[in-house]
């Protein structure tokens, strides 16, 4: 569940406000308003607000209300991981503590993931360079074999006199 929450956006692995406000069971409102009030825990690399086109590509990826409709005034903030470790210091609720903990093992989870997917992708680029390299040497035995394999060419000359062309009498 918390897995499905965490979105790659500008190159890092975050989260939204309203997801964690959710997870938390407090309100948006004041979660990001804790967040204000403790502004200097929260660094650009920790948190960072989405630009409206940001904003409108992950409207597609899950409902949302339109401005207006009930739906955000304000645009989100995205919560990297060193950002959602910082909530629990400014949220102190049992939930927060809980679901703080959850949360971050997501985030571990997915790094031990992608980790593993680099490493096999390593690997494969590995084994297929040692192809390449096997498949020419294996192309030049081969041809060897068939040049051994190949009839030799007879150097005699064939036995027998072979009579002079004539010359034509004018």
Do not use: C, W
Not at 14 to 37: C, E, F, G, I, W
Not at 57 to 66: D, H, I, M, V, W
């Amino acid at each position: 569940m918390i897995e499905r929450r965490i979105y790659l956006i500008r190159g890092h692995k975050v989260m939204l406000d309203s997801d964690l406000a959710a997870l938390y069971q407090v309100p948006t409102k004041s979660l990001n308003l804790a967040v204000r009030r403790n502004a200097q825990r929260f660094p650009e690399d920790f948190m960072f607000q989405l630009t409206g086109k940001e904003s409108e590509s992950l409207r597609f990826q899950f409902e949302t209300s339109k401005t207006g409709r009930g739906g955000r005034r304000y645009l989100p903030h995205a919560f990297t991981e060193h950002g959602v470790a910082m909530l629990s210091s400014v949220l102190r609720s049992s939930q927060a503590i809980q679901m703080n903990i959850l949360v971050i093992r997501a985030f571990v989870r997915l790094r031990e993931i992608i980790s593993t997917h680099k490493d096999l992708t390593r690997k494969m680029q590995d084994l297929e360079r040692k192809q390449q390299t096997q498949g020419a040497q294996i192309a030049a035995i081969y041809g060897i074999v068939k040049k051994l394999m190949a009839p030799p060419k007879s150097r005699r000359r064939p036995i027998g006199f072979v009579a002079p062309a004539e010359e034509s009498k004018t």
